[in-house]
């Protein structure tokens, strides 16, 4: 008798608790999100993440720092394989394009449409260069967050004390800027750029594009051009660079060794993204400035940066939430603080209306400049199997750089041919198929 | 008599040069944790020029601490990771000393090729078998969790092997004096054999111990929940950021953070530590 | 004595144990008790063999693909990826490379710690903590120490007049570095082993060669290291199934650049699964990496045995 009553009691408890959570309980999301540097950048995302769910209390977001962008797109997919699809994933902005294509993402239309919000409208207010990477056969899959490009941070007191006047707009002046900035036995190097993965692929591209070239095609994701002419010469810039006119180091240099010897001086010149704009203007500790990527045969350069991904497999209240939560980040004053505070520019045109916005502009000028060198932009590479596809190029470029005595045509020819093999199973069933 | 080669005063000389060489090397050896801890408390960890410097000539800060335990949720990776070494531990434990009891004094059919399907176990590194352990941990539904982290380690073959060999050694004569006693087998292996095997016991423990606490690309690949994440992983993400540039004072005293428990447990209980390793893997 | 009451096999070991009671309950104590950990073991290593075994027969690549048998496909791919053999042939020079410095170094600090002084017993510390810390941990510092021109080796180096060196950046020496690395954290666990086995040498032996006349490099070679021997194997293959299950430091340091000059065997096998997900190639791989483990534990286990037959 006694023992009844007991269970009975546990399980009347046991139904009372589970009914007043799942009235009570917010919808529970996971947002995973990488950062550009860590430590500052990750714990103010994660301030965001806090200030949203205290403004409001139908969604609770958890905020995961997963690291790369490499790293945070096999996380996300290791945890959808796995049957946990995250609801909200700040994705390296051309892996939308693999993702979609892979039947992995939810278009946003899917998300938007718990809030009757027209996506066309909504994109309406993003700046023209960053659409294309959002878009896959003409479906709307990502909304972009932050955005940036390459850009050329220097050391005014270096140019001051070696007589240059002004920054290179050129690949003919970089280069005379550079010998004359490198000082003998690598004491100090006139210009460093970072030759790690990811970072070798986006800078591979913004030089072919200066160089005159497309690097991939963006009408059919099946197609890559390592071996074309275009190629070739910002390959063989790059690799001249060190090799040749000796004012970079031989051998792979990482992101954090190019900032790293900026600050200590042991480099005049370095490329970075301008998503590391804030954390250069901290910690510079002499007179710098920006200037854009400089041309060949003309001005234009790779959008970079992440946007907004949803993972399919999700219940619609998990959909309804991540679309809150991403209509919230991507607002015009939310999306333009994180812009301010990184140095990524705001994808959304409407935030540099704001007042503190314009304030902030008028206050650092190399802030615009990122914003200005968007006029120039185009979408980033984005293929079937992109990593691949980019290891490809970028494993040549590595060899490149340290191996003086390979050519540059061996070299883009074997990363044409892996490229190729890898999309392989793509153009099997598009380019090269029969389609009904 | 012996022969005599070299001078007397070579043969010093040659001892002095040799304490230095090992000086030199000892120098060498620890200069990593040297640096470490010189870095965690050194303010302004980049720009200087002397951000290599193992000579502390500054004021201390604790900044970087701070920030660590801002950015990274180090307590909860603690507790995490405390929960992953015992919960491994406690069922290898029982595991390994059943396993071991039995083919250290049981007789039964198939006792060899049952001892051969283990040793072959020891060939086969879980580590290598990330792919399809991961897709057997989907299918029982233990993908993000710390069991699923702990369970593939609960068949220790190692631990057998160890247990058996420790049984194995220990002479008869308790157990028969036990069982005129009139004890039951378990009586007997609780109250005569497991005390008698504490040594065995305990440096099974602590090669287990120190193995899952620093264990890193399994939990890398079943933990995604960051309430679950364990220190190694939390280290990482924490020190590799994604457009790369870094804050070294920071790293380093994130590392310091995880590392720290190991060293102060090994600072107490050096002996037993020394002693356990070198139990555990010879004859 | 009750023996007459058992009637299974063994009922004179099985009394000697302690099992009294019917023979059937007897005889399946010993499958009873071995069962949890049969268990585990049969889920977590046999059962992902086979199904390691099957999926590299498989034409699936991404888990949402088709499942069809696909023969030695995926084999063929695998062996003709040149990642792969530069992964294959990288993770032979590591193994070597670290090895035989780790065991060399072991050997020398356990010989020179020898006697338990408190003076040694800090030393052997020194040497032994690297092994405590997480090989994540150590790869972290070492992305620091490694630095050209900053870092603190350059750092030191330079001090002596060295030019700076890329570390991890240069093809040619990054999987150096990585050995480096690697000899670091494990050699003061080796020297444990050694000085474990130093301890079981016999005095004996050692007192008879010095009243031969012999010196300390005669001792050294003629007595201490026969005697090591089965010790020696043991390390031997410790370190070498660790050059092939320790990629910690390939993850945070290198990701297998630059250019494929650090991709290992099983950071090869991480790739295929989560970054080109291509199932068949990460599973044929798992399965070639396996055998090779297989290879390394058979021979050393024929050696130990030898060797064990030799000391008595």
């Known amino acids: 008798m006694r023992i009844e009553r007991l269970i009975s009691g546990i399980a009347a408890l046991a139904v009372s608790t589970a009914l007043a959570t799942t009235v009570l309980a917010a919808e529970r999301i996971e947002f995973m999100f990488p950062a550009p540097v860590q430590g500052k950048l990750s714990r103010e995302m994660q301030k965001l993440v806090k200030e949203f769910n205290t403004s409001q209390s139908d969604v609770e977001v958890v905020g995961v720092f997963t690291g790369s962008y490499d790293d945070t797109k096999i996380k996300s997919q290791a945890s959808a394989e796995a049957g946990k699809p995250p609801a909200v994933v700040l994705m390296s902005a051309n892996f939308a394009t693999e993702l979609a294509m892979n039947d992995l993402i939810v278009p946003m239309g899917e998300l938007a449409g718990t809030a009757n919000v027209d996506t066309e409208a909504f994109m309406s207010e993003f700046w023209p260069a960053v659409r294309p990477n959002a878009y896959f056969n003409g479906t709307l899959y990502s909304i972009p967050f932050q955005n940036s490009t390459p850009i050329l941070y220097y050391n005014k007191d270096h140019f001051a004390e070696a007589g240059i006047k002004k920054a290179p707009e050129t690949w003919g002046e970089w280069v005379d800027a550079a010998k004359k900035l490198t000082k003998a036995d690598g004491e100090r190097w006139g210009l460093m750029m970072p030759s790690n993965y990811d970072y070798n692929g986006w800078l591979v591209q913004a030089l072919t594009m200066s160089n005159g070239g497309q690097f991939y095609n963006p009408a059919y994701p099946g197609e890559i051009y390592y071996d074309h002419a275009s190629t070739k010469g910002a390959l063989k810039f790059w690799r001249d660079l060190a090799q040749e006119y000796k004012v970079m180091p031989t051998g792979v240099t990482d992101s954090k060794q190019v900032s790293t010897s900026f600050f200590t001086g042991k480099t005049s010149m370095i490329v970075l993204s301008t998503g590391a704009l804030s954390f250069v203007r901290e910690n510079a500790k002499f007179a710098y400035d920006v200037a854009f990527l400089p041309r060949n045969v003309r001005n234009a350069v790779p959008i970079g940066g992440a946007s907004l991904v949803s993972f399919k497999g999700t219940t619609p209240e998990q959909k309804k939430a991540a679309w809150t939560f991403i209509s919230w980040l991507t607002a015009p004053d939310k999306i333009g603080h994180w812009s301010r505070f990184t140095g990524y520019f705001s994808p959304r045109q409407t935030a540099y209306d704001l007042p503190e916005m314009k304030q902030f502009i008028a206050a650092n000028p190399d802030a615009l400049r990122a914003v200005e060198q968007l006029r120039y932009s185009q979408p980033w590479i984005a293929t079937y199997n992109t990593v691949g596809v980019r290891k490809a190029v970028e494993d040549q470029m590595q060899a490149l750089l340290s191996d003086a005595g390979l050519s540059v045509d061996e070299a883009a020819a074997k990363a044409q041919k892996d490229a190729d093999e890898l999309m392989q199973p793509y153009i099997e069933k598009t380019a090269g198929a029969l389609i009904n | 008599m012996r022969s005599d080669p070299l001078g007397r005063h070579m043969r010093h000389a040659l001892y002095c040069v040799a304490v230095g060489l090992f000086c030199g090397i000892v120098l060498v050896w620890s200069s990593p944790f040297l640096w470490m801890l010189v870095a965690s408390f050194r303010p302004d960890s980049f720009g200087a020029a002397g951000m290599a410097s193992l000579w502390p000539d500054f004021t201390p800060t604790l900044e970087h601490f701070g920030y660590a335990l801002e950015d990274g949720d180090f307590p909860l990776w603690y507790l995490n990771t405390l929960i992953l070494v015992s919960g491994t531990l406690v069922v290898q434990l029982i595991t390994v000393t059943m396993a071991g009891y039995t083919f250290a004094r049981l007789t039964f059919r198939g006792k060899d090729l049952l001892f051969a399907i283990f040793l072959f176990q020891l060939m086969l590194a879980p580590p290598v078998l990330i792919v399809p352990n991961l897709t057997t941990l989907v299918k029982l539904g233990l993908y993000d969790s710390l069991i699923g982290v702990m369970a593939p380690y609960w068949g220790s073959a190692f631990g057998i092997f160890l247990m058996r060999q420790v049984f194995r050694t220990i002479p008869r004569d308790f157990e028969e004096a036990a069982i005129i006693d009139g004890c039951a087998w378990w009586q007997v292996l609780i109250h005569v054999l497991i005390p008698l095997a504490k040594p065995g016991l305990l440096a099974f423990s602590v090669v287990s111990v120190v193995f899952h606490w620093n264990e890193f690309l399994w939990p890398l690949m079943v933990i995604n929940d960051p309430s679950k994440q364990v220190l190694t992983v939390g280290l990482v993400s924490f020190a590799l950021g994604a457009e790369g540039a870094s804050d070294w004072g920071l790293i380093a005293a994130g590392t310091l953070l995880v590392t720290a428990p190991l060293f102060i447990a090994f600072v107490l209980f050096q002996r037993q530590f020394v002693n356990s390793f070198m139990f555990s893997g010879v004859k | ?312």
Not at chain 3, 19 to 32: Q, S, V
Request: glycine share 6%.
């Open chain 3, 1 to 312: 004595m009750d023996s007459a009451d058992t009637a299974s096999l063994g009922a004179h070991s099985m009394d000697r144990v302690g099992l009294k009671g019917r023979g059937f309950r007897a005889a399946l104590l010993p499958y009873l008790l071995l069962a949890p950990a049969l268990v585990f073991l049969c889920a977590f290593t046999y059962w992902p063999l086979l199904q390691a075994l099957l999926s590299s027969l498989s034409s699936k690549r991404r888990f949402n693909d088709v499942d069809a048998f696909a023969g030695l496909d995926n084999y063929a791919r695998l062996f003709g990826d040149s990642d792969f053999q530069d992964a294959a042939l990288n993770n032979l020079v590591y193994a070597l490379g670290t090895t035989i410095p780790s065991i060399v170094l072991a050997l020398f600090f356990a010989l020179a710690l020898r006697r338990s002084t408190r003076v040694n017993s800090i030393l052997r510390s020194v040497f032994f903590f690297p092994t405590l810390v997480p090989l994540v941990a150590a790869s972290a510092l070492f992305l620091f120490i490694l630095m050209p021109d900053i870092g603190l080796l350059d750092h030191y180096l330079q001090k002596f007049g060295a030019r700076s060196v890329n570390w991890i950046g240069d093809p040619d020496i990054a999987l150096i570095s990585l050995m480096g690395l690697t000899v670091w954290k494990n050699a003061g666990y080796y020297m444990l082993f050694f000085l474990a086995g130093l301890q079981g040498v016999s005095q004996d032996a050692e007192e008879a060669a010095i009243i031969e006349g012999a010196n300390r490099l005669q001792r050294l070679w003629y007595v201490i290291l026969p005697l090591l021997a089965p010790t020696t194997a043991f390390v031997v293959v410790i370190a070498l199934i660790n050059s092939v299950t320790q990629v910690d430091h390939v993850i945070v340091m290198t990701q297998g650049g630059p250019n494929n000059a650090t991709n290992l065997l099983l950071y090869y096998i991480y790739q295929q699964a989560h970054e080109t997900y291509d199932l068949g190639k990460a599973t044929a791989a798992t399965v070639a990496t396996l055998a090779v483990l297989l290879a390394i534990s058979l021979t050393s286990l024929r050696t130990m045995e030898r060797g064990i037959h030799y000391e008595k």
